[in-house]
C-alpha cells in the first residue's frame, strides 16, 4: 500500500520560510517522478513543483519560481519543498504527488499522477 505522507505545514509571517516534507512508502521511489501542487480555499489545484526521479532535472510555478525549492533524497524516500519569501497569496493546503513516470512529463496536469499525499495546511499571515 502506497502512502505518502506531508509534514512541515503551519503558520508564518510573510516573508518567512518553511519546509515541507513527504516521505513516501510502500513504491519504489525512486523510479518515480514527484510534484507539489496546492490548493488554496475556493480553487483548483494547481502544479507548483516537479523533480525527475534523480534530481537532476527541476521545473517550477513562475508563481514560486526563485522563491521556492523542490529536492529528493532517494535513500530516505523523501521529497521536499523549501519556500522562502513566503506571501499571503502562498496560503494553501499542500500535496505531494507521484508522477506516472520517472521524468515529470506534463507536470502541470493532475492526471499524470497516481497517488496523493493527504495534504497539508500552510497559512502566511501578513
Known amino acids: 500500500q502506497v502512502q505518502l505522507v506531508e509534514s512541515g505545514g503551519g503558520l508564518v509571517q510573510a516573508g518567512g520560510s518553511l519546509t515541507l516534507s513527504c516521505a513516501a512508502s510502500?513504491?519504489?521511489?525512486?523510479?518515480?517522478?514527484m510534484a507539489w501542487f496546492r490548493q488554496a480555499p475556493g480553487k483548483e489545484r494547481i502544479s507548483i513543483a516537479a523533480i525527475n526521479w534523480s534530481g537532476s532535472s527541476t521545473d517550477y510555478a513562475d508563481s514560486v519560481k526563485g522563491r521556492f525549492t523542490i529536492s529528493r533524497d532517494n535513500a530516505k524516500n523523501t521529497v521536499l519543498l523549501q519556500m522562502n519569501s513566503l506571501k499571503p497569496e502562498d496560503t494553501a493546503v499542500y500535496f505531494c504527488a507521484v508522477h506516472r513516470g520517472s521524468l515529470p512529463l506534463a507536470w502541470v496536469n493532475p492526471t499524470r499522477y497516481i497517488y496523493w499525499g493527504q495534504g497539508i495546511q500552510v497559512t502566511v499571515s501578513s
Open positions: 510502500g513504491l519504489a521511489f525512486s523510479n518515480y517522478a
